[in-house]
């Protein structure tokens, strides 16, 4: 097989795997653990109140996960870089 069919076959294979649990569970509550931990103290300590505030805070939950797979991948992207930079590097010297 071409190197071209192959990498088409694994995309293929990566989208339906994202998309197969939406449809397998679609109409559930996708919360965070953010508010889990926040539900559980309010049963803890009804009376509790945090002690910071955000210094913004997304409009919609959609907002706030478009922003952690921001940052995720552009974590992924500058860690891949580095590695294939490190890689080149040691490639060069030999």
């Given at each position: 097989?071409?190197?071209?069919?192959?990498?088409?076959?694994?995309?293929?294979?990566?989208?339906?795997?994202?998309i197969?649990?939406?449809?397998?569970?679609?109409?559930?509550?996708?919360?965070?653990t953010?508010?889990?931990?926040?539900?559980?103290?309010?049963?803890?300590?009804?009376?509790?109140?945090?002690?910071?505030q955000?210094?913004?805070?997304?409009?919609?939950?959609?907002?706030?996960?478009?922003?952690?797979?921001?940052?995720?991948?552009?974590?992924?992207g500058?860690?891949?870089?580095?590695?294939?930079?490190?890689?080149?590097?040691?490639?060069?010297?030999?």
């Amino acid at each position: 097989m071409k190197i071209k069919y192959i990498n088409s076959l694994l995309i293929i294979m990566v989208v339906t795997l994202m998309i197969i649990p939406l449809y397998l569970k679609s109409g559930a509550d996708f919360t965070g653990t953010d508010t889990k931990a926040t539900e559980m103290i309010q049963q803890i300590k009804p009376a509790y109140q945090p002690w910071y505030q955000p210094l913004w805070q997304p409009p919609s939950g959609e907002t706030e996960s478009l922003l952690l797979a921001v940052q995720a991948a552009l974590g992924a992207g500058f860690l891949g870089y580095y590695i294939g930079f490190k890689k080149g590097q040691k490639a060069a010297k030999s």
